[in-house]
Each structure stands twice: as structure tokens, then as C-alpha cells.
């Protein structure tokens, strides 16, 4: 395999994985496989720490649930964030400390939050009045974050409304809660994913400090900013180095919110995204035209079996193969399903060698987020994605 | 459980199903859970082949693979369309005879189309040079059908350029099959997902038949027009009853193709979509600031568990709950993961009873295909949706 480390180490934020590029070139693969290299997360995991020193890590679970980044991560001290009973079930059974774990979706099954509660987590996100009502039954005393609605950052990936509240409600929502008998400790918000310059953090910074500043006014002792994720994975365009970036922030953080604050940081992509690459294979490779600029490329894998962050081409990923020494053309790619959406890439190409062909190879760089868990349980009868722990 | 027949029966093409009703109303459900009348897929099955009379009907199992659907269907003789090798081992190993299989995927691993070779399948889609090489040197003599590329009927979700060839290749592909050995018997399109008038048929079908010309004039005894799927379920908007539809199509095609060539057609949702419904729960209710016109309603199912074909709102499904009699305001509607991209309906809000809240049960209709197997292995740790056959 004609690997082109040189021409990701200057920009990869730590040294990519050579453990991986081994590993895919001395094997086959029947299936699209995700190969994750676990010591590539614990040493992601160290620089990240290294810059977000006095805040906590919580590895947002959803990024990659396998089993064996969950372990690691337990043996490194980290905490986690989890979106659902399932991800709690999941932490505890590898050895997480209930105290290490916040239920971070503001969207629970109000039984959910009583089996949470049971199992010793002590920490909820909510943004809506229904949503206190629901911890308040269910898990009572517990402690309360607000999650806050943040305008676009320049995020790769800027975030709907979906979660949070404006600011109008925010402090209402803390004296709900406190009247609810619950501690409404603080705030949480997400400065987009894939945040990919720390600078970018600045405004919303400002706007969450504007509301902090508020609910102090109002009489809420405030101890916790949870400054959620956002930390970038390297898909191509430059990011800095994992400790220069979260140090930068939480300098930032600090500027705004004093040292006093607890801050959790909730790192998924930023943590396990260069950790893995996806060995994969070229079904076909056609014109449908003579008069057709582009060739399309099809693979064994597509939206529907673990690339689904390619919807709206959000998340570009890099690819090598075995003719990366070949010139390249320009690619429409798609995914091997009999599924008219199951395109990856077309309003902007991938320049792909011309020789490439049925049969070959093909690499998808740091995939190791947001992949395998995404991958639906088979749909047109393709398996999983498959994942293999080195 | 206030269910209203009422407002359904005068548009759905065959009666809804009671016992689909009555199932939902009679349990509860911890989960989100797919339910199935295998009873309203037979009927649909009797409708549609009354209509297509002379056409073998392939089932799409893409639709949706649920065992008892493909046994049901082999005991009533129907054939079945497969998207892979996965989609194959399925419906041989619930007694499909493979002369009754043909593989339409135009995107296929070399190995699986050996595999099916070997098991008895003889009859292939291709739309390119490339496919065809691997299914002479896999698959030698086999029969093959070119597919189409036409232009974009009327459809609800028109396809993309993903699948076919362009008219100037078509004649060009059939050529090279029969110098590699294959035998090129015919044609094969697509009029796009739910094509919800029979006559929006009629400007494809000539596009086609001037390609099957052009191949007759190219010395290419043809025998086989594959008329793909396109049969439409019912979303809300008025659909013919599917016998009516199906002899419309028909006679459409007899008038352009003549009575001799075998027919092929292809439902999926339009056999079974209307055969199920999904037993959700509500588990938010919220307004994101005092400004807002709409709520938001957070349901325990969403994009990545098994309302997939909610992209882009193209299929708006219809929901019945508890309080239908209560008045209604516009709602947008979103799953639970703490994905910002898993919002169902937010462009074109949906209309909910004022007074839903945390803990309603949510009914949603006609979801029998192209639900439980897109759903995720497990995204954000919720678990795949669920499925019980009646």
C-alpha cells in the first residue's frame, strides 16, 4: 500500500497512526472494516488533557461506543457524558463511576432519568420547563445544567435549535428548577462541531458569559460550565495541535468565567476521530455518459452503513489507495446501496486516481467517529460496519 | 386510543387495517416498535397482482426485509428483487426458488455475484462496462437488463443519476454483454419513489420505449421491460386504489411494449408501507423562547432509528395520538438523539393536539417500508427499532 503519511503529518494534529496504516496493509478485508488503534486515543486523550487542565474531561460516548475506547478511557481517569440509558448501562458495565457520568441529552424518558438516578448519576441537562418537571419527579435533588441556544460560530458544522434555550428563558429556567427542589448548578452549550480555529470560540463565549452574568444577578450560585464539544478532528483543512487548541479555550473560558468554575469539556470527535480508518472497497467505477466530466465511484460502504455525516457533504473525508501515485479526475462517490440518496459526494467532487478500478482498496482517513454507530442494522441486507480494536 | 379511521379511509387505497389499531391500542410499549399486519401485506400483495395481471411482481426486499413478509409472500408465489447477497442468503433461506430472484442492485461485489451464480440466480442489472465484465467472468451466460437513467417524472422523491446509463450508452452496453457472452433480454428504470399518479408514468415509458427501439433496430431480440417500483403508499395525499393504478401502468406499458415481452415490476412501499404503523411515545414538549410560533416535540424515535426517510422531509408521515379531538398547532417535530441533524419536520411543521405532553403515546402511520432497516445499530446508544408481526 502507497501510504502518504507526508502528506498529513504537517497538518494531523498528533502523529497519525502508523499502527493503523500497518495493520490495513497486512490484511484483508471481506466487509468494510473500521480498524481503531486504542493507543492512538489514549495518547489524543493525554494532549487534550494536557491543554483543558483544571476542566474535566467527558467523553461524549456517542462519538464511538466501542467497548474498548469506554475501557481505556475508564483507566485514564476520564468521565463521560451520555445520551441515553443505553450509554449509561453501557459506562457502568466497563467500570465507570456513576459520579463520572452527566446525562447530557436534554431529551430523557422521564424512567430513564429514575434509573440514572438509581445508578448514582447526579447530573442532567435539561432546557425545558418539561424537562425539570420530569428530573424533578424522578431524580430529586439532582443537579441541573441549562443548555443554552448559541448563535452560528464558525463551526464546519454549525448546530440546529434543536437543543437549548434562548436566553430569554434561561434564568427562568434556574429559578423553575430551584423551585422544583432541584441545584441548578450552571450552563452547557455547543459551539458547533468541528470548531475547527479556537478564535472561534470567542463570541459564543461572550454570549454564554452575558447570561452567566444574568442568573448571578438573580441570585444563582453558579459552579459548573460545561463547554460541551466542538473539538475539531483533522479531515484536511489544518486544526492546531489537541493542546494548543483546548488550552487556548480554556483560557478563553477562564478569561470569562474566573478560576472558581468547574469546567467540563465533552470532547467525541476531537478524542477518537484520527484514532480510526475505514478499509474499504471499489464496487464499480462508470460514466453514465460519453459526455460526463465525472466518473462515478462507487463503495462497499455509504451513508446507510456508517457514513452518514456525509449527508449535506457535511464531513469530507480523505481517502488513499493504492495508485496515489497515479494523476487523479474528479469522482461523484456513492455508497452501494440500491438507495437514490445513498451519494456521498457530488456538488463537490473527490479527485480519485484514474486508474482506479473494481477490486482496489480504498482508505478512509479518521473515521473513528461518528461511523460505526451510525451504521444501520442492514439495510439493503449489507451487515454493520464492522470494527476491529488494535 | 382515539383512532380516526375517519379521516383515512376515504384516501387509502385498500381499508386500513383494524387489527393494526386495535394491536397498538391493546399494549404498551417500552420502545419505539414497528408493527406489522402480514394479513394488510397479502391484501395489498392480491390487489396489486390483480392489476399487474400479466407482469411478474419482484418484491423489493429492500422495503423491508422482515422474515415473515418474504415467507408470506413465497407462499403466495410471488418473486423478489434482491439489493445483495445478504438480501439473497434471506429469501433462499425462507424458501424463494432462485429462478424467482433477480439482483437489481447495478453496484455489485464480483464475489457476490459468484455466490449468486452458484445458487441458481440468473438474471442481473447493470449499467456499465465495468459491471458487466464482473458478471461475464462471475456469472457467464447469465441474463442481464440495462438500466435506464430517465428524466425526472413527477414523483414525490425523484431519483438521482445514481442508477442507469444515459440513452447515447444504453445500446452500446447491450452490445458488449453479448460479446462477453451474457445475454442482454431487456431494460430496466425507475419512475421514482412514489410516483402517485399512474399517469405521471406515461413520459418515462417513452423515453424508454425509444431506447428499446433503438436496441430492436440494433438487432437486440429484447423479452424483458423492468418496470421498477414506484407504487406509491399512502402519506396523506389521495392515491388511487393499487388495482387501479396497477392496470393503468400496465396498459401503459402493453400500449408502448407489446403483449409479448415478459413484464417485471418491483413494489416495495407500495406493498407493504401500509401495512404497518410505529407505536412512539412523546418525550418533550417544549418552546424554545416566548417568541416562538411553534413547539417543539421530541419524539423517542427520529432520523437514526428508523425514520430515515424523513431527509429532507421527502416522505411526511401522519400521526395520530390520544387527544385528537383537542385543537391543533404547528409542531416541529424531532427524534432524541443529541444529533442536531435528527430533526423529522421543521421546514413544513406538522399540526399536534395543543395539549400533548411527556409520556403521550404518538402513532405513525403507514410505516411498513423503509423504516425498521435503516434504523442504526444503536446510535447515541438507543436501540434499533423494533419490530412485532400480527
Redesign the interface.
Known amino acids: 500500500m502507497h501510504v502518504t503519511h507526508a502528506d498529513f503529518s504537517a497538518a494531523s494534529a498528533v502523529v497519525p497512526s502508523s499502527r493503523l496504516d500497518a495493520f490495513v496493509a497486512a490484511n484483508r478485508f471481506?466487509k468494510p472494516t473500521l480498524v481503531l488503534d486504542i493507543d492512538r486515543v489514549e495518547a489524543q486523550y493525554h494532549a487534550l488533557a494536557a491543554g483543558l487542565s483544571s476542566a474535566d474531561i467527558h467523553y461524549?460516548?456517542?462519538a464511538n461506543?466501542a467497548r474498548q475506547i469506554i475501557e481505556r478511557l475508564v483507566a485514564l481517569g476520564s468521565h463521560f457524558d451520555?445520551?441515553?440509558?443505553?450509554?449509561?448501562?453501557?459506562c457502568l458495565s466497563l467500570g465507570a463511576d456513576p459520579a463520572h457520568i452527566s446525562f447530557?441529552?436534554?431529551?430523557?424518558?422521564?424512567?430513564d432519568i429514575a434509573f440514572a438516578h438509581q445508578a448514582g448519576i447526579d447530573i442532567f441537562a435539561a432546557?425545558?420547563?418539561?424537562?425539570l418537571e420530569?428530573i424533578a419527579e424522578n431524580a430529586p435533588g439532582a443537579q441541573v445544567y441549562i443548555r443554552l441556544?448559541v448563535d452560528a460560530s464558525g463551526a464546519d458544522?454549525p448546530?440546529?435549535?434543536?437543543?437549548?434555550?434562548?436566553r430569554?428563558?434561561a434564568v427562568r429556567l434556574m429559578n423553575m428548577a430551584r423551585d422544583l427542589g432541584l441545584a441548578p448548578v450552571g450552563v452547557s452549550f455547543h459551539v458547533g462541531?468541528q470548531t475547527r480555529k479556537p478564535e472561534m470560540w470567542a463570541d459564543t463565549l461572550d454570549q454564554v458569559a452575558a447570561i452567566w452574568a444574568e442568573a448571578l444577578d438573580a441570585g444563582h450560585d453558579l459552579s459548573l460550565v460545561n463547554i460541551g464539544g466542538g473539538f475539531p478532528a483533522f479531515y484536511g483543512d489544518e486544526i492546531a495541535h489537541p493542546t494548543d487548541y483546548a488550552a487556548k479555550v480554556m483560557e478563553m473560558v477562564r478569561a470569562r468565567f474566573g478560576d472558581t468554575p468547574r469546567v467540563m469539556a465533552e470532547p467525541g470527535r476531537g478524542l477518537v476521530a484520527e484514532a480510526g480508518v475505514i478499509a474499504a472497497?471499489v464496487?464499480?467505477?462508470?460514466?453514465?455518459?460519453?459526455?460526463d466530466l465525472c466518473r462515478?465511484v462507487?463503495l462497499?460502504i455509504g451513508k446507510?452503513s456508517g457514513l452518514?455525516e456525509t449527508?449535506d457533504e457535511a464531513i469530507r473525508y480523505q481517502f488513499t489507495t493504492d495508485r496515489d501515485h497515479e494523476d487523479t479526475g474528479p469522482c461523484i462517490l456513492?455508497g452501494?446501496?440500491?438507495?437514490?440518496?445513498?451519494?456521498l459526494y457530488?456538488k463537490r467532487p473527490v479527485a480519485l486516481p484514474v486508474g482506479l478500478?473494481?477490486?482496489d482498496r480504498i482508505v478512509i482517513r479518521n473515521c473513528g467517529a461518528y461511523t460505526?454507530?451510525?451504521?444501520?442494522?442492514?439495510?439493503?441486507?449489507?451487515?454493520?460496519l464492522d470494527v476491529i480494536v488494535i
Do not use: H, M, Q
Not at 104 to 111: E, F, I, L, M, P
Not at 159 to 166: D, I, V
Open positions: 471481506d461524549a460516548v456517542k461506543p451520555a445520551a441515553s440509558r443505553g450509554e449509561i448501562e453501557l447530557g441529552n436534554t431529551v430523557k424518558r422521564a424512567s432546557d425545558a420547563e418539561e424537562e420530569k441556544i458544522w448546530l440546529t435549535r434543536k437543543f437549548g434555550t434562548s430569554d428563558k462541531s472497497e464496487l464499480l467505477v462508470s460514466r453514465k455518459s460519453d459526455d462515478w462507487f462497499d446507510f452518514a449527508i456513492a452501494p446501496s440500491c438507495d437514490s440518496a445513498d451519494v457530488e478500478k473494481s477490486g460505526s454507530s451510525y451504521s444501520s442494522v442492514g439495510f439493503n441486507g449489507f451487515p454493520p
